[in-house]
């Protein structure tokens, strides 16, 4: 199992598909006229009105072969019946194109002579690269289209064999490997070794997780080639459509590999809050899936293929283009792998200071990518009862004791999180000192660079806020809120206290330059200095 290379196809005369290409521009095969073609590497699409038609080319690559009509039609055949897992309505049906001479025909018949796959055309701009290209997607989209790629994930057929996640990740590192040498002259040999040095050392800090994570299930039949140019939103809802169909063996990997290619396409893009918004709701949805510390690793393989497959393409077609793509792709993959020190910051305040909207804003400034993993007391207390997020609970689940059961949990997840190297925000309300000192023996005990935020608002403020929410996964409502202003928070030692009764961008302003983050829109991300270890108390 190796990563897909680009070499020049082999053509095969099996079939002269120029003479079909040619019948099938002119749009009569399909009773309307062809208002579009596009040509990819191993097929042809013609768009009509309302209807998408795609014929495989007559090409072997190293990594797939169509090059006979019956590896043809198993290919669309597995496409349909792949896709539907995702984009039912989309994917309608496999017809023969029969030869009637000197006619071709939709399943008519005459001998077969190639086969063609017919589905539903979505509206121009619905593709969520589109839409990148634009303005960032937004928390909303992120959040729907979270939520379905994680109940995607969870139907996965989970993989037969035995393979271990390890072998799996390393094979397609090996195959990069081979695929970046005929590009040292491109990318240079030495910065070539240090990448795949450095994801090398990555696979074996991780391999009891990769390994682990195998055994459990988490290696499923995925869709393999998942990102933004492969998401369309259709009717409002964000559709994952034309999955790697060609080859279940590469298309079957642990599950967040398969994030991992959107998370690092829309990280690509520049859009850092939306990557980090989808990886926290995917979590926060999957606890149960969090090995937050395998993304970056999984995304720089990611970016790894993008660059090759890029450099390749310069050295096919000699366009500046794939050149400036195999370089920025090269650089994001190595800065997926630099050696980032985690950062821990606390976010706490009453209910209604708005630490939740902070926490959101600011996560995706810190490395490694996809940024800060969000532990949320509100989420966490929903996962220890049981409850699905958007159930209101008994206030029994808010009592002294549960609410210490939801901190030790918060505080033993932040810790494994911050062990195996990634960057935490623990967002609660942190308003007894036992929680606070819990945080400090989290920072002695791990040694990473922290500092504590604590929220400011007058009461009349946060009532506002609190009646304004919708659809928020906080139970806390304006009696909750009113009565927290009795609460004797003590000591804010070692915090820094930040006005928050200001609109949004000036509170998350404030914030950015207490923690000494970068500003939004710095396309170059500094590496960040752990400074000097901060107590909490």
């Known amino acids: 199992m190796t990563a897909p290379t680009p070499d020049e196809p082999k053509h095969v005369p099996e079939t002269d598909q120029g003479a079909l290409m040619a019948a099938l521009a002119d749009g009569s095969l399909f009773g309307e006229p062809i208002a579009r073609r596009v040509d990819t590497h191993a097929a042809t699409i013609f768009l009509t009105a309302n209807r998408a038609w795609k014929i495989k080319r007559a090409v072997r690559y190293p990594y797939l072969d169509f090059s006979t009509a019956a590896l043809r039609r198993k290919a669309l055949d597995a496409e349909l019946r792949y896709n539907r897992r995702t984009a039912p309505d989309l994917y309608l049906a496999v017809h023969a194109i029969t030869r009637a001479a000197p006619r071709f025909e939709l399943d008519g018949g005459g001998p077969v002579v190639d086969w063609i796959l017919e589905m539903r055309r979505f509206p121009d701009g619905a593709l969520l690269a589109d839409q990148a290209r634009a303005s960032a997607l937004g928390e909303d989209l992120c959040a729907r289209l979270a939520d379905r790629i ?208 902070v926490a959101r804003r600011i996560a995706g400034d810190f490395l490694p990518p996809p940024g800060a993993r969000i532990l949320r007391s509100d989420v966490w207390r929903k996962h220890l009862a049981g409850a699905a997020l958007d159930r209101r609970l008994d206030p029994s689940y808010y009592s002294q004791s549960f609410s210490a059961t939801v901190y030790a949990r918060l505080e033993l997840e932040a810790e494994r999180l911050i062990r195996a190297g990634h960057s935490v925000i623990i967002d609660a309300v942190f308003a007894g000192e036992a929680e606070r000192e819990a945080i400090a023996r989290l920072v002695s005990t791990t040694g990473v660079d922290w500092q504590g935020l604590w929220l400011d608002a007058p009461v009349q403020v946060r009532v506002a806020r609190v009646a304004r929410r919708r659809n928020d996964v906080s139970d806390a409502n304006v009696e909750v809120a009113r009565e927290q202003s009795a609460i004797g928070i003590g000591s804010l030692r070692g915090w820094i206290r930040v006005p928050a009764d200001r609109d949004l961008p000036t509170v998350v302003t404030a914030a950015r330059d207490q923690l000494r983050l970068p500003w939004p829109g710095n396309d170059a991300m500094p590496e960040i200095s752990p400074g000097a270890k901060r107590s909490p108390m």
């Open 150 to 357: 994680v109940d995607f994930h969870r139907g996965a057929e989970v993989a037969r064999d035995s393979s271990g996640g390890f072998r799996r990740l390393s094979d397609i590192v090996a195959g990069n490997a081979q695929s970046l040498a005929p590009h040292e002259q491109l990318f240079g040999a030495a910065r070539i070794d240090r990448l795949l040095t450095a994801q090398r050392a990555l696979l074996m800090r991780h391999r009891d997780v990769l390994d682990r994570r195998s055994r459990a299930g988490k290696v499923r039949h995925v869709h393999g080639d998942l990102h933004l140019a492969n998401i369309a939103l259709i009717d409002g809802i964000p559709t994952m459509f034309d999955c790697l169909e060609f080859d279940t063996d590469l298309a079957t990997a642990d599950v967040l590999y398969d994030l991992a290619f959107l998370l690092m396409d829309l990280w690509h893009c520049g859009l850092r809050d939306d990557a980090n918004y989808l990886y926290n709701r995917y979590f926060d949805l999957a606890p149960e899936d969090d090995a937050s510390a395998l993304l970056p690793l999984m995304m720089s393989v990611r970016a790894t293929i993008r660059a090759h497959v890029a450099a390749s393409t310069l050295a096919r077609t000699g366009e500046n283009n794939a050149g400036n793509e195999a370089h920025a792709f090269l650089a994001l993959a190595e800065t997926l792998v630099a050696d980032t020190p985690p950062r821990l910051v606390t976010i706490g305040g009453l209910s209604g200071t708005g630490k939740s909207a």
